[in-house]
């Protein structure tokens, strides 16, 4: 009796003890998932990586690793730490100087047009891609990739990385560019569907497993799947309390279903998990004060976007930050609330951003700031850029400008000089096709609402 006791006792402990590695191994919390993989690691699973830095390796599966968790490891330096280090142990490492790039294009909103850097970086990572005859296919196509990006041809970009993913589905990085940039083009069947193509290729083992659940919950919600997003962002969740992408999927949900008050009570308790999420804890917030201005407390709403929204725009200065704050402080003042002087802190967040124009998206939000702050001469300075970038440029968003984004950026205009008759004039015709200038269906509600 006693040894068949102790046999199942030390089952319970090795089978204890399995989860807890298994956990400790593939979990995809911010200070639990260190077993960055060696360039033999990537070549058994069918990623290899033209180089021979273990440490370039590891960098590069810890800056995947963060920009897929929305968080920056500070045991690295966080982010730029990482790229750092990476490109520190190979100096030549193509998709190193993939990553590093394709991170530039989304977070600070640069432009190749206008930043000679940037240019140049890509024309580095192009030169050392031509250099390296043992450079693997699809290492090559995600230079091809970067480069369209870069030249503003978004859709190509994604057909590129879609074509990366039919033969490497665990290619986490083309699936994040992917997913992202169809975010930005407001593509919600390809926001669901990119990761639904390769979802069943993934094992529950394989590293950052729940993140490609997490995205997957979110593009069931875009595309009105509420319970089905709900229940995938909650498995997610259960394998990573700080995911704060699959937080963000159910503020959503809770935000499209009119649960405010479940929202507000989930975002309470739980903010020491998604707030490790640096990079997205300022949106989240925006959802968190959405629900107080959908609820009437104004107050409230004005308080998160003091302490917390406005705060983390102006620490961080990533255009994700700077759009919300835009796009919040513009809510309240839609709905009645005296926002003082606060347009002039917004505005200089985005005053260097008037010549941008890498998403329709964007430029909305920023010309918003110029309204908002009474800057009439940086209103005609804006218009007068984007007339010429749709005369002159070619791209993707070039072509979503001058076929939406013109005639809304005239609507809000309008609407600023009180002539509400124009605004309906300009916003009829294009009403149907708002959702092409990208965010989400939150967001989506707030440009067609205004």
Not at 30 to 55: F, H, I, K, V
Request: aromatic share 10%.
């Amino acid at each position: 009796m006693s040894i068949c006791h102790i046999t199942i006792w030390h089952i319970i402990i090795i089978m204890s003890i399995i989860y807890l590695v298994n956990r400790n191994y593939h979990s995809e919390t911010a200070n639990m998932y260190s077993n960055w993989r060696s360039p033999q690691d990537w070549r058994s699973q069918g990623l290899d990586l033209n180089t021979t830095s273990t440490d370039a390796s590891k960098m590069f599966d810890a800056i995947v690793t963060q920009y897929t968790g929305w968080y920056d490891d500070e045991n690295l330096g966080g982010m730029t730490g990482t790229l750092n280090k990476m490109l520190v142990a190979d100096p030549d490492f193509v998709m190193g100087h993939v990553v590093r790039n394709g991170l530039e294009l989304l977070g600070t909103g640069s432009n190749i047009r206008l930043c000679s850097r940037l240019q140049d970086d890509v024309s580095r990572m192009v030169k050392l891609s031509s250099m390296q005859p043992s450079l693997t296919q699809r290492e090559q196509k995600h230079v091809a990739a970067l480069v369209a990006w870069s030249n503003g041809e978004m859709e190509q970009a994604s057909n590129v990385w879609e074509d990366i993913l039919v033969d490497h589905p665990n290619d986490v990085l083309a699936l994040k560019f992917a997913y992202d940039n169809y975010f930005y083009l407001g593509n919600s069947n390809q926001i669901r569907d990119c990761v639904a193509r390769v979802l069943p290729m993934w094992k529950p083992t394989m590293p950052l497993y729940g993140y490609i659940v997490s995205m997957h919950s979110f593009g069931l919600e875009e595309t009105n799947l509420y319970s089905e997003a709900e229940n995938a962002a909650r498995t997610a969740l259960s394998i990573n309390p700080k995911d704060g992408w699959a937080t963000h999927t159910l503020c959503h949900v809770m935000e499209m279903m009119g649960r405010q008050h479940e929202g507000i009570y989930m975002l309470e308790k739980t903010g020491q998990y998604w707030q490790t999420c640096g990079m997205l804890a300022c949106h989240n917030f925006w959802h968190w004060a959405l629900y107080y201005i959908e609820l009437g407390d104004y107050e409230t709403a004005l308080s998160l976007f003091d302490e917390e929204v406005t705060k983390r725009a102006i620490s961080s200065g990533a255009m994700l930050d700077i759009v919300d704050i835009c796009s919040l402080l513009y809510r309240l003042q839609l709905e009645g609330v005296s926002v003082e002087d606060r347009w002039e802190k917004v505005y200089d967040v985005c005053k260097s951003h008037l010549h941008d124009h890498i998403l329709t998206f964007n430029d909305m939000h920023i010309l918003i700031s110029c309204l908002g702050a009474g800057q009439k001469q940086a209103v005609k300075e804006m218009m007068d850029s984007i007339e010429v970038f749709v005369r002159e440029s070619k791209g993707t968003n070039r072509d979503i400008t001058a076929e939406v984004g013109s005639q809304l950026f005239q609507a809000f205009i309008a609407y600023n000089d009180e002539d509400y008759s124009k605004v309906v004039d300009l916003i009829n015709p294009v009403r149907s096709k708002i959702i092409k200038i990208g965010g989400s269906h939150a967001q989506a509600y707030n440009k067609s609402d205004s």
